[in-house]
């Protein structure tokens, strides 16, 4: 019997601090066929509610793990093999897991940091070293934590910096002097001087897209390559739905029903994402800063689609067919020169429902640009 004919699915490390998940359903039943990619199981954390996807193809031979229970990060909770193999070889395989010890999380975790830029404070956590690295952006009313799936899969080969942008998570609120969207932009650039940072890849979500692309048009040599994620400003802004719901919303209503926007699968989100906004909310100059922003979206007209079309810098957009929060506009109305990537089914928070996906594109982008450049 070869071994690489039985595989274990394990709970997931699903960013740098989870360190347990819940099971809320299983989407196969034992003895199912499954192929690469199908969904298997929810999986809750503190988060974020997610499927737990099929690495391997085969059959799902055993259940271990119970809806409703919670288990470590690393625990075996379901067997899928090949249906030749024997019975007897699952059950052995099986034992042998159960007497493993399901590992903690790394105590030895990243912690975030800050840089003082012309008297602002800056929050950003850096993740691996060497190579290029990738700068990541959120989106508005968005941290660094959005990209607990996605930074740690990438920071295996490269240094990553994930930024909290002016006015969001451990960065100043004080929006004075900061303008427009380019003067965000342009506080970034400082932060890569901080960090002696000559060139980096943007990945940016939403409102983090639109500061990326600022970014590379007015230091071109300085951005590699650019990867959006339902990109605000390519010809549409948020619904104003949304840019007033996100001032506006004040209670947990309020709040569950904005975040709801952002789902494709009303279901991932989670009572910890709805308390985790409202603290966000309440704390002193958040709400002017997230006026400010919505201000800046909603006049950005053509200046960004423009400056799109003239940029050389590779571009890639990955857009949820079922973005709530900033509608795909359909492929003919984009800039000729960016590479698309619909995502069928997928709301506004891809590297949050699809993580495994866009790292996957992630990785493709950045390392077919470098080798481009090293030919």
């Known amino acids: 019997m ?11 490390k699903w960013g740098l601090t989870m360190e347990e998940g819940v099971l809320t359903a299983w989407h196969v039943a034992e003895g199912a066929d499954v192929a690469v990619g199908d969904a298997l199981v929810d999986v809750e954390t503190s988060k974020i509610s997610n499927a737990l996807e099929a690495h391997h193809a085969g059959v799902l031979r055993r259940q271990i793990g119970r809806v409703g229970e ?3 990060c690393g625990t075996v909770i379901g067997v899928i093999a090949s249906p030749h193999v ?5 059950t052995a395989f099986v034992a042998r897991q159960a007497r493993a010890v399901a590992p903690l999380a790394d105590q030895s975790t990243p912690a ?16 691996g070293a060497d190579g290029v690295p990738i700068l990541f952006l959120h989106g508005l009313g968005g941290d660094l934590n959005n990209w607990l799936f996605v930074q740690p899969a990438l920071s ?7 930024v909290d942008l002016p006015g969001h998570g451990g960065s100043s609120k004080d929006m004075a002097g900061i303008e427009c969207l380019a003067g965000v932009a342009e506080l970034l650039l400082a932060f890569l001087d901080h960090l002696a940072s000559t060139r980096v890849h943007v990945v940016g979500h939403s409102l983090g897209a639109a500061i990326g692309i600022i970014l590379a048009s007015r230091h071109p040599e300085r951005v590699q390559s650019l990867t959006l994620l339902g990109p605000a400003g390519l010809g549409v802004t948020p619904t104003p739905q949304f840019l007033e719901g996100l001032v506006a919303a004040k209670n947990r209503r309020e709040v569950s029903t904005l975040l709801k926007m952002f789902l494709a699968d009303e279901r991932r989100l989670t009572r910890d994402m709805i308390e985790e906004f409202l ?17 800046f979206l909603s006049n950005v007209g053509s200046e960004l689609p423009a400056a799109v079309a003239k940029l050389e810098t590779p571009i890639h957009v990955i857009w949820g067919s079922r973005d709530g929060v900033i ?3 359909g492929a003919r109305d984009l800039p000729a020169n960016i590479v698309l990537t619909l995502l069928e089914g997928e709301g506004h928070l891809p590297h949050l429902e699809k993580s495994t996906e866009i790292v996957a594109v992630i990785e493709r982008v950045v390392t077919a640009v470098e080798r481009r450049e090293h030919r």
């Open 2 to 12: 070869d071994a690489n004919d039985i595989h274990a699915v394990v709970v997931p």
């Open 70 to 72: 919670t288990y470590r």
């Open 86 to 90: 024997p019975e007897e070889e699952i």
């Open 112 to 127: 975030p940091q800050s840089a003082e830029l012309d008297g602002r404070r800056l929050r950003f956590l850096t993740c």
């Open 156 to 162: 295996a080969s490269r240094a990553t910096y994930a």
């Open 279 to 295: 603290k966000y909310k309440r704390l002193d100059g958040v709400e002017e800063a997230l006026r400010r922003y919505a201000d």
């Open 327 to 329: 509608p795909f506009p």
